[in-house]
């Protein structure tokens, strides 16, 4: 860890910041962009399956590796950033009103599993759409088949930790670190969150910067990055998982999803006029 009191220790931070930064933007600006545009025009499951696991790890071992060495080096900033958000004057308000009651951590959290489980349901009384809406364009990111569903489990836990440790803990901190300003960092953190998220357009950077600022609030009203997890990894399940077995029955095997869309048809074309 980096003293978090010396004199040198903006600039070093500044330096790891612009170099984290600038990897980012190009992720953001290029790199994502064109390789979604290239897996959009995919229809071989090999292929696919191939750049889910690229994705996977590339995820796993950027994200997380950023988080894990960002973190290693900002670590003492968090509770100085967390103490700094604990004066604002919105939050020492919270804090009074629920001063010492459990319902702190409880009406935050309890508040964002509500608006999952919410999204969650709209996905059952979809069931019958054609097409369900999601935040942003990620359709052609969902799985088509059993041999593709095991990749959206794995892609949605592994974005709800790795995600939720560089975005809600290790780069706010790193930003801290550099100006000592807690919201400045929070704010760009989350910024820079939806902003890695263009790849899905305007509606999928728009939709993430709101889902990180609800993750971001669950992070600082109750100081715990498991519950953000949690809830990222859940929402991306839901994306990942639910949407395609509940309304695309990408579960069943190739046959039986045939059988069965024909036997849809049949029954709406035998209704009386």
């Known amino acids: ?155 949605s836990i592994n974005a709800g930790i790795v995600e939720e440790l560089l975005f809600r803990l290790a780069l706010p901190a790193l930003i801290f670190g550099v100006f000592g300003n807690a919201l400045l960092a929070i704010s760009v953190s989350l910024v820079v969150f939806g902003l890695l998220h263009a790849y899905q357009g305007v509606g999928g950077v728009i939709g993430s910067f709101v889902i990180g600022v609800v993750l971001m609030a669950v992070f600082l009203a109750t100081g715990n990055i498991l519950w953000p997890i949690l809830l990222h990894a859940v929402f991306d399940l839901r994306s990942l998982v639910l949407i395609p077995v509940v309304v695309y029955q990408v579960h069943l095997p190739e046959e039986e999803r045939r059988v069965k869309a024909e036997v849809s048809e049949d029954s709406v074309n035998s209704l009386p006029e």
Do not use: C
Request: glycine fraction near 10%; avoid cysteine; aromatic fraction near 12%.
């Open 1 to 155: 860890m980096i003293p978090v009191d010396s004199l040198s220790t903006p600039w070093i931070l500044g330096a790891v910041l612009a170099a984290l930064m600038g990897v980012l933007v190009w992720r953001a600006v290029t790199k994502d962009r064109r390789e979604y545009q290239r897996f959009t025009r995919q229809h071989s499951t090999r292929l696919r399956q191939a750049m889910y696991r690229k994705w996977l790890v590339e995820s796993m071992g950027w994200f997380g590796g950023s988080a894990l060495v960002v973190f290693v080096l900002v670590w003492g900033f968090v509770p100085r950033m967390l103490a700094q958000v604990e004066t604002w004057p919105p939050m020492e308000w919270f804090r009074s009103v629920l001063a010492g009651s459990a319902l702190v951590s409880g009406l935050v959290v309890g508040g964002a599993i509500g608006l999952v489980v919410g999204m969650i349901a709209l996905v059952f009384f979809g069931r019958n759409a054609t097409e369900v809406p999601t935040i942003g364009d990620i359709h052609a990111l969902l799985p088509r088949n059993r041999a593709e569903l095991k990749f959206g489990w794995l892609l």
